[in-house]
């Protein structure tokens, strides 16, 4: 059975809850409840697994806090026996306008520390979905910004963009990194 682990990058905690910087968990918990699954408290993480035609897909919000993302990532990863070709790690992007989205099968950090250290612990052949979350912060407010909790109005502009993560979580599962780039990203704006 093929085996995949997607991850939502953010940071754990009640406090953290709707934030920007969780975006990534966001993704993760529209893609349990529309699959009907749960999360469990686990290591390094909270965990839920499902099948789809066939494959194993494993879900995981890291409990180590964004910047030691990559501790659970490599765990999970190693615990599971998953090929790094079969990782999607989901995030937040500053530079993408709010509910705008990019899929790339591998690169840079782009100044993100979560994924910086999953880079750091596994390098950069890794697929990467980066949602938007916008930059309208004073020079120097980048942390307040993505902490920052969504008003009402952002999260209706967010909302169909999560929605279509969850189709791009189950297209990389069923086809592959690239004909779900090829199909998706046209639609990222």
Known sequence: MEKYLIVGLGNPGDEYQGTRHNTGFMILDAFAKASN???DDRRYGFITQTAIKGRQVTLLKP???MNLSGNAVRYWLGKEKIPQRHLLV???DIAL???HFRLKANGSNGGHNGLGNIQQLI???YARLRMGVGNEFPRGRQVEWVLGRYSDDELKTLQPAIDTAVEIIRSFVLAGIDITMN???KLGR
């Open 63 to 65: 409990t180590t806090f």
């Open 37 to 39: 699954i749960v999360f």
């Open 90 to 92: 989901c995030v937040d």
């Open 97 to 99: 306008p709010l509910g």
């Open 123 to 125: 390098g950069h052949n």
């Open 183 to 185: 199909q998706f990203n």
